[in-house]
């Protein structure tokens, strides 16, 4: 497996663990609701388990992006040959050069990116929230326009 297919299975991988961890947190909501003293033995509550919901698939994004980000940076190593660290911008823009990725493509995963960095940093109301699977298939897709074989 060269290590484009690795970085693709592993993003995709982030996906798929992300489904399981929705549907289990999905059956111990109904379990919690069933039996709502199992939180006090840890002093939580079942809030607790709400916020968990709420921020399950937002914390799957970050693991998603950092996933892609390491795989562009080994391929800025590898592919290009460069010992320099960009900015992440600055690093999807070359690589989108070098590459002759769609622009398209390109402006998906920057607002990946910003939207990443308004989870990461708190704030940036203006970054639009996106969901994993399109972030999934999204930095996929840019990142299936790297070079095969490293």
């Known amino acids: 497996m060269t290590p484009k297919q690795r970085r693709l299975e592993r993003m995709r991988s982030i996906e798929r663990e992300w489904q399981v961890a929705a549907i289990s947190a999905e059956l111990v909501g109904e379990y919690l609701r069933a039996n709502p003293s199992v939180l006090d033995r840890e002093r939580l509550r079942f809030a607790d388990h709400r916020n968990f919901r709420e921020n399950l698939e937002p914390t799957y994004l970050i693991r998603l992006f950092a996933e892609f980000e390491a795989g562009l940076r080994e391929a800025w190593a590898l592919v290009f040959h460069q010992a320099t660290a960009p900015r992440m911008q600055d690093l999807i823009d ?7 990725i769609p622009r398209a493509w390109c402006e998906e995963v920057h ?17 639009r929230p996106i969901g994993l699977r399109v972030a999934c298939a999204d930095l996929c897709r840019f990142f299936s326009g790297l070079p095969h074989h490293w």
């Open 94 to 100: 070359s690589t989108m050069a070098r590459c002759r």
């Open 111 to 127: 607002a990946i990116r910003t939207y990443r960095n308004a989870l990461v940093h708190e704030g940036g109301d203006e970054a």
